[in-house]
T-cell receptor, first 114, second 113 residues
Framework: DTEVTQTPKHLVMGMTNKKSLKCEQHMGHRAMYWYKQKAKKPPELMFVYSYEKLSINESVPSRFSPECPNSSLLNLHLHALQPEDSALYLC?????????????FGQGTRLTVV | QQQVKQSPQSLIVQKGGISIINCAYENTAFDYFPWYQQFPGKGPALLIAIRPDVSEKKEGRFTISFNKSAKQFSLHIMDSQPGDSATYFCAARLTSNTGKLIFGQGTTLQVKP
């Protein structure tokens, strides 16, 4: 099973709302990632968690707040977003961050900020 | 420079033909080169991957060719089918034990029946 599950699939939120994106994997992977993908563009890395600790923040604005409650779950808390933050948000996981670690992506959450 | 350059941007192939997508990189600090296939509205799915100590890897109709000296790698899709119509991304992973993938800009493949 190489499944990474993301909820919700679609989300519309206002600029003053607070919402959260959720990601779950049961592959025993110890690294989890958030990517942002705009239309017709490649995924762009936002955050990396390794062994439940934040290891990379790609200079993401503080209105995006990641959280890794345990090794199977990854959340992305959203607050005061801008319309330009509308995108497909992808979660991925891998066994680790070193060699021999293939990354598997979820289906994404399509976020629209109005 | 942490870039991966991918070409062509779009590709139209007849059913049964060979689709070829090319990628090039400059930074030698990459240790793993996966290809992802993405259908509209879906997440990228890992298709096939190669490490730089291997020159070719084949899985079914999909083959990666890797030229370490030229810093180039390519995806060949043999006997292309309409169901292969999707966007393909090459990627490269940094050796810094960060898990960070650098993606190419993507190739939209259309296979005509």
């Amino acid at each position: 099973d190489t499944e990474v599950t993301q909820t919700p699939k679609h989300l519309v939120m206002g600029m003053t709302n607070k919402k959260s994106l959720k990601c779950e994997q049961h592959m025993g992977h110890r690294a989890m990632y958030w990517y942002k993908q705009k239309a017709k563009k490649p995924p762009e890395l936002m955050f990396v968690y390794s062994y439940e600790k934040l290891s990379i923040n790609e200079s993401v604005p503080s209105r995006f707040s990641p959280e890794c409650p345990n090794s199977s779950l990854l959340n992305l808390h959203l607050h005061a977003l801008q319309p330009e933050d509308s995108a497909l948000y992808l979660c991925a996981s891998s066994q680790g961050v070193g060699a021999n670690t293939e990354a598997f992506f979820g289906q994404g959450t399509r976020l629209t900020v109005v | 420079q942490q870039q991966v350059k991918q070409s062509p941007q779009s590709l139209i192939v007849q059913k049964g033909g060979i689709s070829i997508i090319n990628c090039a990189y400059e930074n030698t600090a990459f240790d793993y080169f996966p290809w992802y296939q993405q259908f509209p509205g879906k997440g990228p799915a890992l298709l096939i991957a190669i490490r730089p100590d291997v020159s070719e890897k084949k899985e079914g109709r999909f083959t990666i060719s890797f030229n370490k000296s030229a810093k180039q790698f390519s995806l060949h899709i043999m006997d292309s089918q309409p169901g292969d119509s999707a966007t393909y991304f090459c990627a490269a992973r940094l050796t810094s034990n960060t898990g960070k993938l650098i993606f190419g800009q993507g190739t939209t493949l259309q296979v005509k029946p």
